[in-house]
T-cell receptor, first 113, second 115 residues
Framework: DAGVTQSPTHLIKTRGQQVTLRCSPK?????VSWYQQALGQGPQFIFQ???????QRGNFPDRFSGHQFPNYSSELNVNALLLGDSALYLC????????????FGPGTRLLVL | AQKVTQAQTEISVVEKEDVTLDCVYE???????LFWYKQPPSGELVFLIR??????QNEISGRYSWNFQKSTSSFNFTITASQVVDSAVYFC????????????FGTGTRLLVSP
């Protein structure tokens, strides 16, 4: 039973560039949530997708956007990268409207130079 | 607004010592979930436990135990006879009970277990 997978594992970009991160949910899960974790901090909620729609969004600018595909996988896009976007980006999946437990992937470490 | 506080930034113990990680939360919801996750150096958040707000029974799983006290808004985590493999950052988290809800995390407690 495959867990949550994310790609790439590491990424280096320069300021102003755009980046796309990818996530495949755990088998049987239909909801994907994205979190940003800065060094030494707890994860901060970015947004959540269910049935290909953004259902809830955290306090992140419009430079952060996402998408969910019919197979429940998801992408996180960040435009006009800033140095402060350097972080570990975590994807979590959960099942159904109850959304009881979110299971996390290994994350993508993004470094913006 | 929801908030989780983990006042202990870092704890160092020697193997076989017992250690308790504190978690205090704030929420206006009457029903909610509480969680603990473990984050080893690899970065992946590993789910440890979920508790419902209406179930205040303490739980034990092997060397791990959790003490949930609604009266003090606390959900503390104890590791008995700690091992080097327990070294990680531990996060307490809170989320609402129904519908689409985000996880609200504390800032984490780094546990270092020395041999």
């Amino acid at each position: 039973d495959a867990g949550v997978t994310q790609s790439p594992t590491h990424l280096i970009k320069t300021r102003g560039q755009q980046v796309t991160l990818r996530c495949s949910p755990k088998s049987g899960h239909d909801t994907v949530s994205w979190y940003q974790q800065a060094l030494g901090q707890g994860p901060q909620f970015i947004f959540q997708y269910y049935e290909e729609e953004e259902r809830q969004r955290g306090n992140f600018p419009d430079r952060f956007s996402g998408h969910q595909f019919p197979n429940y996988s998801s992408e996180l896009n960040v435009n006009a990268l800033l140095l402060g976007d350097s972080a570990l980006y975590l994807c979590a999946s959960s099942s159904g409207l109850a959304q009881e437990t979110q299971y996390f992937g290994p994350g993508t470490r993004l470094l913006v130079l | 607004a929801q908030k989780v506080t983990q006042a202990q930034t870092e704890i160092s113990v020697v193997e076989k010592e017992d250690v308790t990680l504190d978690c205090v939360y704030e929420t206006r919801d009457t029903t909610y979930y509480l969680f603990w996750y473990k984050q080893p150096p690899s970065g992946e958040l590993v789910f440890l436990i979920r508790r419902n707000s209406f179930d205040e029974q303490n739980e034990i799983s092997g060397r791990y135990s959790w003490n949930f006290q609604k009266s003090t808004s606390s959900f503390n985590f104890t590791i008995t006879a700690s091992q080097v493999v327990d070294s990680a950052v531990y996060f307490c988290a809170l989320r609402g009970f129904t519908g689409f809800q985000k996880l609200v995390f504390g800032t984490g407690t780094r546990l270092l277990v020395s041999p």
